[in-house]
């Protein structure tokens, strides 16, 4: 028989209507699978992701492609195999079925139209929401293609068909810029903020319906407020279209036609997962949701992992599964509404798992297996937190247990924003549940944050604090507690008090057989060292310090010692300069964003540093240094500071405050009066970091690293004076704000 051509191509889909976004690369990989010869193809994937559009689209350009037809079947509201065989045959143009009457099985109907489906000449059927039917349609489609032809079907589900045969395709959200785009077509050319837009499409997990019913509703509620209102998701994102299924016009409607199938362990077991924040492992699974399930809670989760409600994700050894914000919104709603026993129960499973799994992490935080350890505590962050935010004012001491837990994650990752109240909170909760050795960890974690946000003044007197508590119990933690007091008072530049904390922390740190910390504390002790100008003492603890890590086989606090040395001119190891200068300034330039985006100024400070000794030598190399460009003083607000400084800087009485003696204070002291000079006598002209370390330690012959650090150092100093509005960092060096009122006592 003659093939029809491509003139007589009948092709019974629905036109598109509006532009699809995002989805040319997933469309073409699904037509190239019907050009390669598959059969059976799925297209899964959660309510909303826009599986239907998709599959139009495919259905359109395979039917073009091979001068047949496509034909779409809603099945939708069809509940059972033999509504489905009418629906098919209606769309198939069959006639009549066999009688199923004395055939519950729908035997002979289910042969007719297989047999029928499989003459079709090259008919591509979209078999759309087939979740209500799925084993029926897998056997029809199934018994189609057993029966030859050309026929091929694109199905859309939120679970598998499971034949032999199939191809599974999997329809992931939109991607941000993706989804933007559609956001922007769908609200009809409102005038919104890009990051408004951008923060909403994410919170809404690049879901194109749940966009499409905020971009409607953007009318009326714009962006900004829909993200402030996301706990009224369910009952703003909805349609007025006229032309949608009930079943999509409002996203709670869309969430609750994807769990309409499940059964009681499955429904119970989705609600739990309310529970959760991020990603949550599948032991997890067992030991916080298991209990409250007669079913094997494996297999409930592979039911929901087959259902398109939770997804696997990356995973640092066993799977780990994930589920959308929005999916996981209802679950929440619908976990409100167990027994207050179950819910209570649910909750103390969750929160004792988390604490427990992460205290079982702690004695591989330190040795070879430091960076795996930190990696799995550092996945399971966003659940600790839930847990600690939901236990700090009712189980404090399961609360602070989980902020102690954790205190390696927050010190050595970028992982917790270190401006965050949570550290404060949770020395509350140790102090509410009264055990010492809890209150001390606590206290240890706050003041370590406080160091890394150069606030050593306030982190002192905490370390202070803790250290009498840890010496009053008589607990092992008050090496640690001097150790970070030695570090408190090295950034305040109290070299003797430093010095005697960290020979007390070390000396009971080898009492203890504790590498780690005996090599922490000879860390802070070479560095201290150095600083006051004995380099050869301070290479020499920061070579044993190195040696204890190596010896352990870790090498994150290794490569932390190697930083430390850097900073003094030294080097310990070759490994801090591999790779060639361009990448090296990558990484550099890498670390200082991170730290400036977590608030850790004094790693930010070291890192930039190191940074601009690198561009220098760049610079060099390719003959292009140049003399530095004054550059136009940074934006200040105009009587920000109003200073009183005495003569030869001796006191000095800040805008707010009594009058403080720097008489002992002679390196602070010498550039103060410098800055105060260059202030009033060519204002907006800057100090170069060199020659501020001139004025401040003349005729001392000091290592460049060194004494860049010391420069940084008075600097911090002196803002925590109050200074901190006031004195001015500029790539050309420091000033005092030409704005600012000083005068001279």
Known sequence: MRRPSKKSVACFLPPLLAPLFGREEIIRAVVALFAQGRRVVTLVGPGGVGKTQLALEVARRVSEGFAGRGLLCELGDVRDLEPLLRVVAKTASLGQLPSSARDPSC????????????????????????????????????????AGGRSRFLVTSREVLGIEGERVVEVAPLGREA?????????????WKPDEIHALVDQLDGLPLAIELAARRSRLVSPRDLLSRLGEVFRLLKTDRRDIATRHATLAATIE?????????????????????GGFSVDAFEA??????????????????????????????????????????FARHRFAALDRADREATFARHG???????????????????????????SELPNLLCAFEREKTRKTDLAARALAAVTDVVVLRNALDLRSNVFAEARAAADSAGDPKLRVRTRVLEAKVMLEVANAADAEVLLVETLAIADGARLREAADVRRSLGWARIALGQVGGALAVLNEARIAQRAQGNVRGEADALAARGLLRGLGGDIQAGHRDLENAYALHVMSGDAIRREKVCEMAQTLGLVLASENSEGSVAERLVRL?????????????????????????????????????????????????????????????????????????????????????????RRLEAPGVAWSASALLEVGWPGENVRHASGMLRVYSVIRRLRALGLSGALLTRDDGYLLDPLMTLTRG
């Open 107 to 146: 035997a002979a109907a289910v042969e007719t139209v297989s047999h029928h489906l499989a003459t079709h000449a090259e008919t591509l059927f979209v078999l759309d929401d087939a979740d209500g039917v799925i084993e029926a349609a897998g056997r029809i489609v199934r018994a189609s293609v057993d």
């Open 589 to 677: 330039t890498a670390a200082a964003e991170a730290h400036h985006a977590s608030g850790r100024t004094w790693r930010e400070a070291i890192a930039r540093f190191e940074l601009e000794q690198l561009k220098q030598f760049e610079r060099q190399v390719n003959g292009a240094e140049k003399s530095p460009q004054l550059a136009s003083p940074l934006p200040a607000t105009p009587g920000a500071a109003s200073w009183v400084v005495g003569p030869d800087a001796r006191w000095v009485r800040p805008a707010k405050g009594e009058p403080l003696d720097l008489a002992r204070h002679g390196s602070l002291r010498r550039v103060l009066e410098a800055l105060v000079i």
């Open 288 to 329: 916080v949701v298991g209990p409250l399930l007669a079913s094997d809670p494996i297999d409930v989760a592979q039911a929901l992992l087959r259902k398109s409600l939770v997804a696997t994700a990356p995973a640092f050894g066993s799977a780990r599964l994930t589920m959308l914000r929005t999916l996981r919104a």
């Open 257 to 277: 036609w994807s769990l309409h199938r499940l059964d009681a362990d499955e429904s119970r077991a989705f609600a739990c997962l309310g529970v959760f924040e």
């Open 179 to 191: 989804a933007f785009l559609l956001f922007a077509d769908r609200a009809e050319g409102g005038s």
């Open 352 to 378: 004792t798992f988390y604490v427990e799994r992460a205290e079982a992490e702690g004695p591989h935080l330190y040795g070879p297996g430091a960076e795996h350890a930190l990696d799995a505590l550092e």
